[in-house]
């Protein structure tokens, strides 16, 4: 066995050239699908962090009834009683947190400007335990419960002007249709650095909430937090059935799967990239059936001899096989390594989206990092070994099939 | 003993819808210790007949042994291992594998016999090298020695593994005479001193002159077969 | 003639080889057109409707608008517009002026609201610079003095409202006190434009000066080229002619669709560099192997005494054949899919909704686009690069000694 590697081995070597040109685009190939893959799963990773953070949650509570219009926020269609139902949900396996949020529409003025922005009533402390809150605050502090004060998204504070320590008047429709008004002092400025988030976004204590939108005792959601994302769906549905005492789908947990179209792009986006990998390794596995199979009818007397004197077929194969491995080991190892560092780099530093995506009304960051994973790297590597050998099978048979009298026949 | 029985034998080849017969009716036996040249001009089937004595190919209809076994029927992976332990060959071209030093090349029939003991491999490998007086040949590879070292390696190779018959195809047709006369003589030493049968497929008077006994072909049959002295 | 016919029979004796080769430079060459159609397309569509909904080919602002124009600001409206106008008329390069008044608002049937803009426009004049009343799906456009609304469908959908039913307006006046006007609903838009379909309400000018204390100002005027190549000449000759504005262009004010475009083309230029590596590196090994294989060939050609130069062309030849086979189809089967996108485009209309303002203007349709040049130049890109990537495997195989290159079985 070791001899066949040492015979290998040499091959190889023989013709440095050709090996080089067939190596390199092995090379080329998992390099390339490494720090793809790696960027593109760090992107996705990103936006489906913003996506349940800021909107989401892993399950959202909501009432049935509210999820028909829930673009315009519809504030009469509220949970009632929430805390019974944040007791439940609270009690249920693989829940890690739950939250009551309030979230409403505001038509914001100050100073001149005018934008349509979104109010979100939180419970700081749970939120804090929920996404490291006070992390995302920039200057100044998070607020505080039963303060009249907001946290405004970074670019809200740029659009309206706002410093810590001023007043932000926030004047909206209370859930029964009529005008109310708050004056809040903000007491921190946040970013998630994402646009879309700091641009339209303010925080606000619940009860304050409750009190401006005249909905004392109820919210709009209930945010929560899982231990496994992926059994988000599973446990929806188990949610649903405990949250409606009656039988009546009353109110309703959504995963965060079915919430927007963020899973399913993640989804499409994984299978079109998957393709677009395996498409690389082809065409470059390719150059290495080329010259495997070069090297095969080169050498077909040497085959032929070593054949007449006792090789078997199986024997010629793994030859061929082995040294195709060896072709792919080292050039999948090089492009392992070079893939590594750029998705490396890619982690550390990411690529900027930023100014094109500020008028975008989806929460994508403003700089997106790839994630290093070693896990991509060594399968990367493990794919390039394993396409040059399948693109050797070919020539391996090739060679398995020369007659060792026709090979020796001297021409 | 015989070492290689042929009873009968016939080859056919196809050429497109044609079918040619390259041998006919033959009826050969070679002992232990033979030491046999067999001559025939260009298309006579000396290649084909050693061929199939090689056990490289079948033959059509007929029957070949080799020591007690029928290989007639044998397939391809049965024949390998017949081949292996039985046969040994020297060619022309020498056909050493280029990229594996002489001592990796005599060393390699064993490899393919499955032997893994490293000690009784070095052995066998550095006193066969001894006899061909080209131990100091060891690491070097083909493309470094010149062409009658490299049939030395060669017919090392063949020895090796102790094979009933070794099977020689213009083995000196690559080398000047004079190297040529020298290898020929190894040859009858290893065949004196081994009772190797040694088969020589040749032009060269110079081997049939050594050659104990002369089997000549024509057109697929053999029309005499001599022994001299 | 010879070396041509040569270099073709060539590459069909090993077919399978040449094949892949051939297949790589195709798809990628059919992948570049698919894709810079689409993006095109999508670039291009979106400047129309800009320009055929929100901006004309001028827009003429008060000095200071343009910086705030995401918050509307009535107060920095222009005020004697008709003057402004009369005198843009007599331009000849102009085709047609008309002047809109926008303004932030709620949009509210009772119950519920959602933020939306509303567009005030002329309903004599707009269609001299807008096509907004060929958008009319349901219902009618403006007739004579009548009051009412025209609502983009997105928004009529969320509301889950019809022609003649009725919807309350909220917004500030000019001196920011609160209006609300309840309006009945004349007609709704399918612009395929997001920014009106999902955000607009159309009412007649006149009305929304009145309800906004607008005393005849507008917040801006919209201006239409006889030929728009001219649009920055025209604007340079505006600036000059009239004081006191902000003369802007379409491009000035597309630049949140500018802006995303290029990072979306770096992105796929990424996956084409990719593919385009992976091929070359294909051809020139197919060369190479081409060449060992007929070392005897080479030999024999040498020694009748054709110079090296010549047995290099005439790989490069077949290089450049296998790229040409690929470019061709490449290009065929690129256009043809281009063809289709641009027929019948790609409809991701169930989401694009959700997704909001991704500052394309697209409804969920997106439309290829045709471009003949880039067809040409990715072919041309195909066969010469294919031909010089066999420049180096063919100069190494025509080193050879004819000596050696006869021996070599």
């Known amino acids: 066995m070791f001899f066949l590697l040492k015979f290998a081995f040499r091959n190889v070597l023989r013709n440095s050239r050709r090996t080089i040109l067939s190596g390199l685009s092995i090379m080329f190939a998992v390099m390339i699908v490494i720090y793809m893959w790696s960027f593109i799963m760090g992107m996705m990773g990103d936006v489906v962090d913003l996506f349940v953070q800021s909107t989401s949650g892993h399950i959202r509570v909501v009432n049935t009834e509210y999820l028909k219009r829930e673009k315009m926020l519809p504030l009469n269609k509220n949970i009632a009683n929430y805390q019974k139902v944040l007791d439940v949900v609270e009690k249920t396996p693989g829940v890690k947190l739950v939250t009551p949020r309030i979230k409403f529409g505001v038509l914001m003025e100050r100073e001149g400007k005018n934008k349509p922005v979104f109010g979100i009533g939180i419970d700081p402390q749970k939120e804090e335990q929920a996404m490291n809150f006070s992390k995302k605050i920039i200057e100044g502090r998070p607020i505080m419960m039963g303060k009249e004060e907001a946290n405004v998204g970074a670019l809200f504070a740029r659009d309206f002007g706002l410093k810590v320590g001023d007043t932000l008047t926030v004047v909206t429709q209370t859930a029964h249709g009529s005008i109310s008004a708050m004056n809040l002092k903000v007491a921190g400025i946040f970013s998630f650095g994402a646009a879309a988030i700091d641009r339209r976004t303010f925080y606000m204590p619940i009860d304050k909430a409750q009190y401006l939108l005249d909905i004392p005792n109820r919210v709009t959601e209930i945010f929560v937090l899982l231990k496994n994302e992926n059994k988000a769906p599973m446990i929806a549905a188990m949610l649903d059935k405990k949250i409606n005492a009656s039988g009546a789908l009353k109110y309703k947990a959504r995963a965060w799967q079915e919430q927007g179209f963020v899973f399913l792009w993640m989804m499409m986006a994984k299978y079109i990239y998957m393709t677009i990998y395996a498409i690389i390794l082809f065409f470059a596995s390719f150059t290495i059936l080329n010259t495997m199979f070069m090297a095969v009818m080169e050498r077909a007397k040497e085959i032929g001899m070593m054949k007449a004197m006792g090789m078997r077929n199986s024997q010629v194969k793994g030859v061929v096989l082995l040294e195709a491995a060896i072709i792919g080991f080292f050039a999948s190892m090089i492009g392992a390594f070079l893939g590594g560092a750029i998705s490396y780099g890619l982690s550390v530093a990411g690529i900027a989206f930023g100014g094109g995506m500020e008028g975008v009304d989806m929460a994508i960051p403003m700089v997106m990092y790839g994630k290093f994973s070693l896990f991509y790297i060594f399968v990367g590597f493990l794919m390039g070994i394993l396409f040059s050998v399948l693109a050797a099978i070919f020539p391996a048979l090739r060679a398995a099939r020369f007659e060792p009298a026709e090979a020796l026949r001297e021409i | ?229 | 003639m010879l070396y041509f016919s040569l270099a073709f029979r060539n590459i069909f004796r090993n077919f399978r080889r040449t094949f892949f080769t051939f297949l790589a430079i195709a798809f990628g060459l059919a992948v570049l057109i698919v894709m810079d159609s689409m993006l095109q397309g999508i670039d291009q569509d979106s400047f129309k409707k800009i320009i055929n909904y929100e901006t004309g080919h001028i827009k003429i602002f008060y000095k200071g608008y343009e910086k705030e124009k995401d918050d509307f600001p009535l107060d920095k409206s222009i005020p004697n517009p008709e003057q402004i106008m009369r005198e843009i008329r007599k331009l000849d390069e102009v085709k047609g002026v008309t002047s809109r008044v926008n303004f932030r608002i709620m949009l509210s049937d009772g119950v519920d609201q959602l933020p939306a803009i509303g567009v005030a426009i002329s309903p004599q004049d707009d269609e001299k610079v807008f096509l907004l009343k060929d958008a009319v799906d349901k219902g009618s456009f403006f007739e004579g003095d009548e009051e009412g609304i025209l609502l983009g469908e997105g928004l009529a959908e969320d509301f889950e409202v019809e022609v003649g039913d009725y919807l309350t307006i909220l917004t500030r006046t000019r001196y920011e006190t609160y209006q609300a006007m309840d309006y009945r609903i004349k007609g709704l838009l399918k612009t395929e434009d997001p920014q009106i379909d999902w955000l607009a309400v159309v009412i007649p000018l006149n009305i929304a000066q009145d309800a906004l204390d607008m005393e005849g100002a507008v917040t801006e005027i919209d201006i239409r080229l006889k030929d728009p190549s001219k649009v920055e000449e025209f604007r340079q000759k505006l600036s000059e002619q009239i004081k006191g504005v902000e003369v802007l262009t379409w491009k000035d004010l597309a630049q949140d669709v500018l802006a995303i475009s290029k990072s979306k083309y770096s992105f796929s230029i990424m996956i084409f560099c990719a593919i385009v590596l992976i091929a070359l590196i294909g051809i020139s090994n197919t060369i190479l192997m081409a060449a060992f294989e007929r070392t005897r060939e080479i030999g024999v050609l040498a020694a009748m005494g054709m110079k090296r130069r010549k047995i290099v062309m005439m790989f490069v030849m077949e290089g450049a054949m296998i790229g040409f086979l690929g470019s061709v189809v490449g290009c065929l089967l690129g256009s043809f899919l281009a063809f289709l996108t641009i027929k019948y485009g790609i409809d991701y209309s169930f989401m694009m909704r959700d997704i909001g303002n991704i500052g394309y203007r697209s409804t969920g349709i997106f439309y290829g686009m045709w471009r003949p040049g880039m067809i040409l130049t990715a072919f041309i890109f195909g066969v010469v690069v294919s031909a010089l990537v066999s420049i180096y495997p063919a100069f190494i195989a025509s080193r050879m000694e004819p000596t050696d290159a006869l021996k070599k079985v």
């Open chain 2, 1 to 229: 003993m015989s070492v290689v029985k042929m009873e009968k034998l016939f080859k056919y080849y196809h050429l497109g819808k044609l079918e040619v017969p390259a041998l006919k009716d033959i009826n050969l036996s070679f002992v232990e210790g033979d030491f046999v040249s067999i001559a025939g001009p260009s298309g006579s089937g000396k290649t084909t007949l050693l061929n199939l004595i090689g056990c490289l190919d079948k033959p059509s209809k007929g029957k070949i042994s080799i020591g007690n076994e029928d290989v007639s029927h044998f397939n391809s992976n049965q024949l390998a291992d017949i081949r292996n332990y039985n046969i040994g060959f020297i060619f022309q071209t020498f056909n050493l594998i280029p990229v594996l030093t002489a001592y990796e090349n005599v060393e390699f029939p064993l490899i393919i016999q499955g032997e893994v003991d490293k000690k009784v491999m070095r052995e066998k490998v550095m006193n066969i090298l001894k006899e061909m007086d080209i131990v100091d040949l060891w690491d070097r590879k083909p493309n470094e020695i010149s062409g009658g070292q490299q049939q030395r390696v060669a017919i090392a190779r063949a020895l090796i593994k102790r094979p009933k018959v070794i099977l020689a195809d213009e083995p000196t047709a690559n080398l000047d005479s004079h190297i040529g006369e020298e290898i020929l003589k190894l040859m009858y030493k290893m065949n004196q001193k081994h009772k190797v049968t040694f088969i020589f497929s040749t032009h060269d008077p110079m081997v049939m002159h050594y050659a104990a006994r002369l089997v000549k072909l024509h057109d697929g049959e053999v029309v005499s077969d001599e022994k001299k002295h």
